[in-house]
Every structure is written in structure tokens, then in C-alpha cells.
């Protein structure tokens, strides 16, 4: 067992099977020597060197196409973008080509990369550097999507996002890398599977990425009042594990849904049309859904805060729902 | 400077209301259509501004600031092909202190200069001392002129450096010591300052005088933005869009 922050578990991950595999590789802007504008890579630089820890030009299109290409010959490469913002400069190689390559060709290529998205609110980035835009790449057949909550999840999906044969979306939440958090296994997680991050009978709370902590801190509170949550984290957005979230709501017919995107035409939408059109018999109640308001992500911490769904947002919604 | 002091610590009276911050500033009365987050953004703006001049017959010309690093995104490349063959009345500055982030320019473009690429799209290239004052004015009314007469953009490229980390907590220990030293030492104020001492165009009391002011300034601006108030959290949904106003969670 290991104390690690959710930074150093995503650096474990990639090193581990770095060390393993000399196909994988990781580039982006100023991952090198500098270690990533956030240091998750630190360290990297010396023990892989130059030729598998590379610094690129400030040129998202072509990091993304390079992965791209780079997948398409037999490496693994591993692409880090400084900001899931900016996904929107490299979004044709990611949309157009990454995605659909292997399906154009007959199922006669594979696709092993993995992209870093770093995002999330919280730390005063405003409205182009916070953004969290996991919708758009779940929209995409032929992307999967994470979206580890803990120290432990971000080392195990890192694993299985570098071993999987197809484009890895690896959404990371930039105000959650000094989280510290025990980590136990060097095994992966496989994709696909969620995790009941707090056991109960009252209520599911099924949450994504940091607002996992924030359904964690709902729980705590309302147990006080008497109301037994089950926080569950799907940790994979696609693929999407249905068969948990079916037997959290076989014991609680409550679904609380939280994500911290934009609600409308988030990934949480997705999830609660899921749990209505297959899981409607086990509810009692109509499912609810929490996100962040419909704006873009404001500067000034007072309007931050009122941006961002919260524990008191999740506490409020069970409330409403007894 | 008081705007810009308040929209930095996110008050109700900065340029942006609170709601842009550091990276976003901008006055579109002023004709200042804001700094960006995205890096080479605003080389395509400026295409769109530049076309509004010509299209509405101005003599306006639209002045296109970035860094070296963000010549390496396709848009600044698109964006100057596009501006070369309509003509447009722009002049693209590029402020080349050297780095973008930790890479420095010799690792993240294969050339000296980025006023060589203007040769790829059939725009002059203009290389100047970035620290000197009056070499990039001299160059600038050049551009300008350049964009009223029709003949479309020029690029000017700043040879400067970047003092300190590039952003609060980065030390730049990537930078040689050497390098920073030797480029201390071409600090353009008081170059410029000696400059006009020399000329008998500003006496030492004047320049004193001068840096007084600007203190002071600077003083009123932090005050300004000290005592002005936050935004009222129901503001987040509004300038979303012109008609729009959206729902704000009750709590
Ligand atoms: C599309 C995009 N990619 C990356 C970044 C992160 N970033 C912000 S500034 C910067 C370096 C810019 O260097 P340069 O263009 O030389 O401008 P300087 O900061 O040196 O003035 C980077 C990589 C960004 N904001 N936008
Ligand atoms: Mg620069």
C-alpha cells in the first residue's frame, strides 16, 4: 500500500507500463524536462529521456494527429493536451480521424492511444481554461471515455487505457492532482466497470470525477439526518456500467445524478435517459439531475461558486425527493 | 489601469464585469477585442477585423499581437495566407521574447526568425530589436501605411525576452543564467529613458516625475479595485446571450 496523489497515480500509470513497453510514449506541451504545466509528468522526462518524453509546439491539432498516426503504425502513444479546453484546436484528428479510422478501414486498424484531458472548474482559470467537456467526446462512437475520482481509480483506468486497442479519452480534473489517497493495487481497472465509492439503501448519487467527492460529502451529512445515500462513480463514461447502476437502484429506486459540465446536453442527460428508458420499473421517483449552471465558467470566485453544483446542491435534491 | 486592476481580482467594475479575468481583458470601445486563452485565436479575429475595415471602407487598421509559440498553431498560418490574398489591413505583431512556456525558440521552430515565414505567404517579414522603442515605431507607421494604402498585412517580429516565469510560481529554471543576464541588461525603459534624457526631450526631474505618476496610477488602480464591490452571484447567467438570460439554481 501506497499514500499517492491522484498527479502521481496518473505518472505511475503511464510509467509502469512505460517501463514495460517501449512502444509507449508520451507527448504534449512542456511534458518534457518541465513535467507538465501541472507536474504530473515530473520526473518522466529523466528516466524515459527525450525520444519517449517529448515537448511539441503549441500545436493541438498536430499532438492529436501525431498520436494518431503513431497508433495507426504500432506505438502507443500516450497524447497530452495541457487543457480539455483545447481539445477544440484538435478536434478534427480526434473526431474525424482517431475516432472513425478503424471503422473506415474495415476493422483492419487499431487505435491504442490515449489522450490527457485536463478539466474541471475551481481554481479561478475562467471561462477557456475550466471547462468540463466530456459530452462531446462520449458523443463520439469509436471513443471511450474515463474519468477517474480517486488516486487509486486515476493508476488502474490509466493502465487500462494505455493496454486498450482503441482511443482512450482520459478526463483528469485539474483541481483534484494534490488529492492524496491510499493506493493498494497495481492491477489494472478494466474499463467499464464503476465503483460504489459509499455503501446505502435510501438513495443512489451517482457522481463523476470531483463532484464524486462532493456526493461523498452530501452522504456524510445526510446520514446524520437519517438518510442512507450510496454514492456511486461510474468512473467509465463509456463504457457505461448499466448493470451497477441497475443494482444500486434495485435497492434504492432513487437516482440523484452529478456531473460538474454545463447540464445542458451533458453526459449526465445521457445516464438519466439510460436509467429511464431501462430501469424505469425500479424507481419510485423521477430521476434528478444536478450540474453546473448554463454559462460559461465565470472568473471572480463568488460567480465560480455559484457555477458549480455542490454537496448542498446534492443534499437539497435528496431532500426534495423523500 | 483601475478597470484592468478590478477585472484582475474579479470586481463588479472591471472591463469585464468580474467575469473574464486575467486572460480575457478587453474594451471592444476602445477597439480592443480582448487578449485570449487559446493560443493563436486571435490570429483568425483579427482576419474578421481587418475584412470589417476594408468592407466598410475605413481607414482603420486592425493590430494583431501574439508570441513566437503561437506561430506553431495552424491558425496563425492560415491566418496570414487569408490576409495576404484578400489584402486586408493588418499588421501582425509578434512579441518573440523567446519562449513559449518552458521550450524555448530554438526548440520549438526550425528557423531564426519568425518574420521569415511572412515569405511563405507573400507578406513582408520584419525582424526589429523588440527593446527598441523607436525602431518598432518606425517599422509599425511603416505597417500601417502598408494596410491603408491596400497593400495588404505585414508581419513584425518583436526580438525581446520574457523576464520571469510564465506564470506566478514558475521559476524559469529552464532559462540559461547567461541568457537572462545579458538580457537584463537591454531592459528598453531605460533605454529609451537615456534616449531622451540625451536628446534634451525629458530633463531627469521629468522622468522622475513620470515614474511618480505612474506609481500613482497604480496605487489608485489597486484602491479602485480593493474597494469596488463582487459581482452579484444571480450576474453568472447573464451576457450569456443577447436575449437570453438563463435559470439560476436555487439554493
Ligand atoms: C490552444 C492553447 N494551447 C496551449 C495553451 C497554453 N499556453 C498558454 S500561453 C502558452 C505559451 C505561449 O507562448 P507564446 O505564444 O510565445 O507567448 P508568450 O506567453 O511567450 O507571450 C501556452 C502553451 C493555450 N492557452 N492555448
Ligand atoms: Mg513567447
Not at chain 1, 497515480?9 to 501541472?38: H, K, Q, T
Not at chain 1, 445516464?271 to 430521476?287: K, N, R, W, Y
Not at chain 1, 472568473?299 to 426534495?320: C, S
Not at chain 2, 487598421?61 to 484578400?86: K, P
Amino acid at each position: 500500500m501506497k499514500t499517492m496523489t491522484y498527479g502521481e497515480a496518473i505518472r505511475e500509470g503511464m510509467s509502469i507500463r512505460m517501463r514495460e513497453d517501449p512502444n509507449v510514449l508520451l507527448f504534449g506541451e512542456d511534458v518534457g524536462a518541465f513535467g507538465g504545466c501541472f507536474g504530473v509528468s515530473a520526473g518522466m522526462f529523466n528516466e524515459f529521456g527525450g525520444k519517449r518524453v517529448r515537448d511539441t509546439p503549441i500545436s493541438e491539432g498536430a499532438i492529436i494527429g501525431m498520436a494518431v498516426g503513431a497508433a495507426a503504425t504500432g506505438l502507443r502513444p500516450i497524447a497530452e493536451l495541457m487543457f480539455i479546453d483545447f481539445l477544440t484546436v484538435g478536434m478534427d484528428q480526434l473526431v474525424n480521424q482517431a475516432a472513425k479510422m478503424r471503422y473506415m478501414f474495415g476493422g483492419k486498424i487499431s487505435m491504442p492511444m490515449v489522450v490527457r484531458l485536463p478539466a474541471g472548474a475551481g481554481v479561478g482559470a475562467a471561462a477557456q481554461h475550466s471547462q468540463s467537456l466530456e459530452a462531446w467526446v462520449t458523443h463520439v462512437p469509436g471513443l471511450k471515455v474515463v474519468y477517474p475520482s480517486t488516486p487509486q481509480d486515476a493508476l488502474g483506468l490509466m493502465l487500462s487505457a494505455i493496454d486498450d486497442d482503441n482511443p482512450v479519452m482520459f478526463v483528469e480534473h485539474k483541481a483534484m492532482y494534490a488529492m492524496k489517497g491510499e493506493v493498494t493495487s497495481f492491477d489494472p481497472i478494466p474499463l467499464g466497470k464503476g465503483d460504489i465509492k459509499h455503501e446505502g439503501k435510501d438513495v443512489t448519487i451517482i457522481a463523476t470525477g470531483k463532484m464524486v467527492h462532493e456526493a461523498l460529502a452530501a452522504a456524510k451529512k445526510l446520514e446524520g439526518d437519517g438518510i442512507s445515500a450510496e454514492v456511486l462513480d461510474p468512473r467509465s463514461l463509456y463504457p457505461l456500467d448499466t448493470d451497477l447502476i441497475a443494482q444500486s437502484l434495485g435497492k434504492t429506486h432513487r437516482a440523484v445524478i452529478v456531473t460538474e459540465e454545463n447540464k445542458r446536453g451533458g453526459y449526465g442527460g445521457e445516464i438519466s435517459a439510460t436509467i429511464g428508458e431501462q430501469m424505469f420499473d425500479l424507481l419510485d421517483m423521477p430521476v434528478v439531475r444536478l450540474g453546473a449552471l448554463n454559462s460559461p465558467v465565470p472568473f471572480a470566485p463568488v460567480l465560480e461558486q455559484a457555477y458549480l453544483p455542490n454537496a448542498q446542491d446534492i443534499i437539497l435534491a435528496v431532500n426534495q425527493m423523500q | 489601469m483601475k478597470f484592468m486592476m478590478a477585472e484582475l481580482c474579479g470586481k463588479v467594475t472591471g472591463y469585464c464585469k468580474g467575469k473574464g479575468g486575467s486572460m480575457h481583458i478587453a474594451d471592444r470601445d476602445k477597439g480592443i477585442l480582448g487578449a485570449n486563452g487559446i493560443v493563436g485565436a486571435g490570429h483568425d479575429i483579427a482576419l474578421g477585423a481587418g475584412l470589417s475595415a476594408q468592407y466598410r471602407g475605413t481607414d482603420q487598421v486592425c493590430v494583431c499581437f501574439f508570441g513566437d509559440a503561437s506561430t506553431n498553431q495552424g491558425t496563425f498560418h492560415e491566418a496570414l495566407n487569408m490576409a495576404s490574398i484578400f489584402k486586408l489591413p493588418i499588421v501582425f505583431v509578434c512579441e518573440n521574447n523567446h519562449y513559449g512556456i518552458s521550450m524555448s525558440s530554438d526548440r520549438h521552430m526550425a528557423i531564426k526568425d519568425v518574420a521569415d515565414r511572412g515569405a511563405a505567404y507573400g507578406i513582408p517579414g520584419i525582424a526589429v530589436d523588440g527593446n527598441d522603442v523607436l525602431a518598432i515605431n518606425e517599422a509599425a507607421v511603416e505597417a500601417v501605411a502598408r494596410a491603408r494604402k491596400g497593400q495588404g498585412p505585414t508581419l513584425l517580429e518583436c526580438k525581446t525576452y520574457r523576464w520571469r516565469g510564465h506564470f506566478e510560481g514558475d521559476p524559469g529554471s529552464y532559462k540559461p543564467k547567461e541568457e537572462q543576464e545579458a538580457w537584463l541588461k537591454k531592459d528598453p525603459i531605460p533605454r529609451f529613458a537615456a534616449f531622451l534624457k540625451e536628446n534634451n526631450i525629458l530633463t531627469e526631474d521629468d522622468l522622475a516625475a513620470l515614474d511618480a505618476q505612474v506609481k500613482t496610477e497604480l496605487a489608485e488602480a489597486i484602491l479602485f479595485a480593493d474597494e469596488s464591490p463582487i459581482p452579484a452571484p444571480e450576474s453568472v447567467v447573464q451576457d450569456i446571450y443577447s436575449d437570453i438570460v438563463e435559470e439560476v439554481r436555487v439554493r
